[in-house]
Each structure stands twice: as C-alpha cells, then as structure tokens.
C-alpha cells in the first residue's frame, strides 16, 4: 500500500521559491516512477513533472522548464519539486503521484496509481 504525504506549500511573492516535498509511506517508493501535478481553480489538473524510478530521467511541463526541479531520495522514501523564479500562474493545488516501475518518467495522469491530498501554492504579485 503507498500513502503520499505532500508539505511544503505555502503564499510567496512572485519570483520567489518554494521546495515541495512528498513522503511515501509505502514500501515499493524505489521502484515507482513519480510525478507531481497540479490544479488551479477552475480549471483541469494538469503535468508539472515526472522523474523515472531511480531519478536519471526527467520530464517537464513546457510551463514550468527551466524553473521546476524534479528529484527524489529514495533512501528516504521522499520526492522533491524544487520551484523557482514563481509566477502567479503557478498557484495551484500541487498533488504529488506514484506510478508503476518506469524507465521513462510518466507523464499521464492516468498512468499513476496513487495520489497524494495536495499541498496549496499561492504565488501573489
């Protein structure tokens, strides 16, 4: 069973960072390609980032390339989104997911298995 656990969130000015962090309580987090989404207000969940099991590969959302880092400490069970330079466009519910033993990162929401209760980022200008 996996149990995903996001913190981090919080209000920061625009330009500002934030590091979101998503602790995996279950016992297969290593072998699980990992995700983090998002939901703003009024519209679809969408991709931020995905990173494949043992974190040699990554993908981003056009959005957020170049901002948004993606990693994980598998030792510690735990999945990062590091996020920089903060637009008011990135406020949203961010919802970290565990998917499926991948060699390539996941970038389909339907692929994950397990969600996390979200964490609220709120970027003010």
């Known amino acids: 069973q996996v149990q995903l656990v996001e913190s981090g969130g919080g209000l920061v000015q625009a330009g500002g960072s934030l590091r979101l962090s998503c602790a995996d309580s279950?016992?297969?987090?290593?072998?699980?390609?990992m995700g983090w989404f998002r939901q703003a207000p009024g519209k679809e969940r969408e991709f931020v980032a995905a990173?494949?099991?043992?974190?040699?590969?990554?993908v981003y959302a056009d959005a957020v390339k170049g901002r948004f880092t993606i990693s994980r400490d598998n030792a510690k069970n735990t999945l990062y989104l590091q996020m920089n330079s903060l637009k008011p466009e990135d406020t949203a519910l961010y919802y970290c997911?565990?998917?499926?033993?991948?060699?390539?990162?996941?970038?389909?929401?339907?692929?994950?298995?397990?969600w996390g209760q979200g964490t609220q980022v709120t970027v003010s200008t």
């Open positions: 279950g016992r297969t987090f290593s072998r699980n390609g």
């Open positions: 997911a565990a998917g499926k033993l991948s060699l390539a990162p996941i970038r389909k929401a339907d692929d994950y298995d397990y």
């Open positions: 990173i494949n099991w043992i974190g040699r590969s990554t």
